[in-house]
C-alpha cells in the first residue's frame, strides 16, 4: 500500500507499521504545499515558528517560510546595507511602517532600533576593512593616493577624504576610499598631513606610495614637503621626486574660474536672477507659466542655482539660464521687486563662456 501526496504526487510507504513521521517531514518540504497551501494564522508560538502566510487578495498566491531558514544576524546585516547604500537614517528601522511590513513578512525578526543598527553597521565597516586589507598585503605593486577636502553644505563643517588607486595581481585598476573623516578648523598643511600620515600608516601603504594626487594650493603644497620631511626617501618612488601630482581637474577649474571673471558681474546677475525665481513656489510657478503658456518655450529643463567654487555648475547653470532668457525679461515688466536682470551686452558674454567651456565641461568628465 502506498500513501501519494495530493500536492506534488509523490508516493510513500502507507502501511499502517510505517507510521507518519516521513509524511509529515514531506510535508515541510513539500514545493506544491508552500506555493499553494492555505494556512490558518498561528494560534500558538509553535505553530508561529513553524510557516507564515502572506496572501495576496487578487491572486490567492500563498507563500510559506520555513522558520528553519530564517537567520536573523543576516537579515540585521541586510537591513543594515540598505541603511548604507540609500543614505537612510538609523532610525528608519523605528518607523511604524517599516515595523508594520517587516512584522508581516517576517514576525520572527522583531522589533530593532537604531542603536542595533549602528552595531551592525560598525560590523560591516570592520569587514569590509579587513577584505580592503587583505586586498592591499595582497597585490606587489606600488598605490597612488587621491585626497580632499569636503565641506558640508548644511554644517559647514570639513571633511576628508582619502582613496586609494592600485592595480591588482589580475592587472585590473581598483580604488578603495580608506578614510572619510571630520578635520577641526583651521585646515592647517600640519593639521592635514597629522591625519593624512595617519591614514597611511593604519592602513601600511606608507612604504608603497607612487604618488599622491591633491588640489593644486599653497596648503597642499607644504603638507606634501612635510610627509617628504617626516617620511624616509625610501618609502616613496625614485625617494619621493615623483610623489606630488597636481589634481588636473582643480587646474581646470583655476583656469574657467579666470575665464568667468572677466564676466563677473553679469555671472552674478544670472545668478542672482536664478535664485530670486527659484526662491519660492508661487516665483517658480510664475516663470513656468511665463515659460511653457506666453512665450510656449515648452522646455521641460528648470533653473538650477549654481555653487561658486565648481564652475561646471556655474557652466551648467548658464545653459539653462540662457534658454529662458526672454523669460526673465518679460518678468521684469510683470515684477518690479525684480531688480537683477543682466543687459543685451551681459548675456552675450555669458552665451560666448558657456559655449567656449562646453568643451572642457566634457573633458572635466574624464577625471
Known amino acids: 500500500m502506498k500513501a501519494v501526496c495530493n500536492h506534488c504526487g509523490k508516493g510513500f510507504a502507507g502501511q499502517q507499521s510505517s507510521g507518519t513521521s516521513h509524511l509529515l517531514n514531506h510535508i515541510d518540504r513539500c514545493p506544491k504545499w508552500i506555493q499553494e497551501s492555505a494556512l490558518a494564522p498561528a494560534s500558538s508560538p509553535s505553530q508561529a515558528s513553524k510557516v507564515y502566510k502572506k496572501k495576496d487578495a487578487e491572486t490567492s498566491t500563498i507563500s510559506a517560510f520555513d522558520s528553519t531558514a530564517f537567520d536573523k544576524a543576516l537579515a540585521r546585516q541586510k537591513i543594515a546595507r540598505m541603511i548604507i547604500m540609500h543614505e537612510l537614517p538609523l532610525r528608519f528601522v523605528e518607523y511604524e511602517g517599516f ?3 517587516m512584522s508581516f513578512v517576517q514576525p520572527l525578526l522583531g522589533k530593532i532600533c537604531r542603536n542595533t543598527v549602528k552595531r551592525e553597521v560598525f560590523k560591516l565597516f570592520d569587514f569590509e576593512k579587513a577584505k580592503t586589507m ?31 588607486h592600485f592595480i591588482d595581481n ?15 578648523s583651521p585646515h592647517t598643511a600640519e593639521a592635514l ?4 600620515a595617519k591614514c597611511l600608516l593604519d592602513w601600511n601603504v606608507d612604504r608603497r606610495l607612487s604618488t599622491i594626487i591633491i588640489d593644486n594650493c599653497s596648503t597642499n603644497d607644504a603638507m606634501i ?4 620631511a617626516k617620511f624616509p626617501p625610501g618609502s616613496f618612488l625614485l625617494n619621493g621626486k615623483l610623489l606630488h601630482v597636481r ?34 513656489p508661487k516665483r517658480i510657478e510664475l516663470f513656468e507659466d511665463t515659460a511653457n ?5 515648452n522646455c521641460s529643463k528648470s533653473l538650477v542655482l549654481d ?12 545653459e539653462v539660464a540662457l534658454i529662458y532668457k526672454d523669460v526673465f525679461t518679460r518678468l521684469k515688466h510683470r515684477d518690479n521687486q525684480y531688480k537683477h536682470l543682466p543687459t543685451e551686452v551681459e548675456w552675450e558674454l555669458a552665451r560666448v563662456i558657456q559655449n567656449g567651456s562646453s568643451g572642457l565641461f566634457l573633458s572635466s568628465d574624464l577625471w
Open 99 to 101: 515595523r508594520d511590513l
Open 134 to 164: 587583505a586586498l592591499l598585503e595582497d597585490i606587489t605593486s606600488k598605490v597612488s593616493i587621491t585626497t580632499d577636502m569636503w565641506t558640508s553644505s548644511h554644517q559647514k563643517k570639513g571633511y576628508m577624504v582619502v582613496t586609494v
Open 170 to 184: 589580475s592587472w585590473t585598476l581598483r580604488n578603495r576610499i580608506l578614510r572619510f573623516i571630520y578635520v577641526p
Open 193 to 196: 598631513f597629522n591625519e593624512l
Open 225 to 228: 614637503l612635510l610627509l617628504l
Open 247 to 280: 589634481c588636473c581637474a582643480h587646474i581646470l577649474n583655476l583656469i574657467v574660474k579666470d575665464g568667468l571673471d572677466a564676466i563677473g558681474d553679469g555671472i552674478e546677475k544670472v545668478r542672482n536672477s536664478v535664485n530670486y525665481w527659484t526662491s519660492s
Open 293 to 297: 503658456r506666453q512665450l510656449k518655450l
Open 307 to 318: 555653487c561658486k567654487t565648481r564652475w561646471n555648475s556655474t557652466y551648467l547653470m548658464l
